[in-house]
């Protein structure tokens, strides 16, 4: 992937915050649009879906008991909804094994001078990567008691916008 380039990903989630956890299927679609984006989330178990779509600063849950809810902040919906603590806007960049703009605590390379680590706005993040790629096949972010734990299955380009 280049930069200004569109990316999706598949792959697995795994979430707890407090007594609240879960396990989903991940779909990602990230347009060259910065402010755009959806996540589709489905947990295999009790077969419920939920799809998030951000658009210009306004956010979207589906796949909610009683409709939609939308608001301006994708992880204050979530967290509402499902009780679980998302860095959803961060993790654009984090799934990259990139920084989000503002403060970074600390970073972690590898010997090949890869981010394999940081801590940034409360959370500390890890990267796990596969032989000679550059984008990680595994992130876990952690706070507190909230833990995101992501394993990358298949990454692809979006064609057009």
Request: neutral net charge; aromatic residues 8%; without cysteine.
């Amino acid at each position: 992937m280049v930069a200004g380039e569109g990316w999706t990903l598949q792959g697995r989630v795994a979430i707890s915050s407090g007594k609240e956890s879960g396990n989903a299927r991940i779909e990602w679609q990230q347009p060259p649009v910065l402010d755009s984006y959806q996540v589709t989330l489905s947990a295999p178990v009790t077969r419920q879906s939920w799809r998030l779509q951000v658009n210009a600063g306004r956010a979207t849950l589906s796949g909610l008991d009683g409709g939609d809810r939308s608001g301006p902040d994708a992880g204050l919906l979530l967290r509402e909804a499902t009780g679980w603590d998302i860095p959803v806007d961060a993790l654009r960049f984090w799934l990259r094994g990139l920084p989000v703009e503002g403060r970074v605590t600390q970073y972690a390379f590898d010997a090949r001078q890869r981010l394999v680590g940081l801590d940034q706005n409360g959370w500390h993040i890890q990267f796990e990567r596969v032989g000679d790629e550059v984008l990680p096949r595994r992130i876990t972010a952690s706070r507190g008691d909230s833990r995101v734990r992501l394993v990358i299955d298949q990454w692809g380009v979006v064609t057009g916008g």
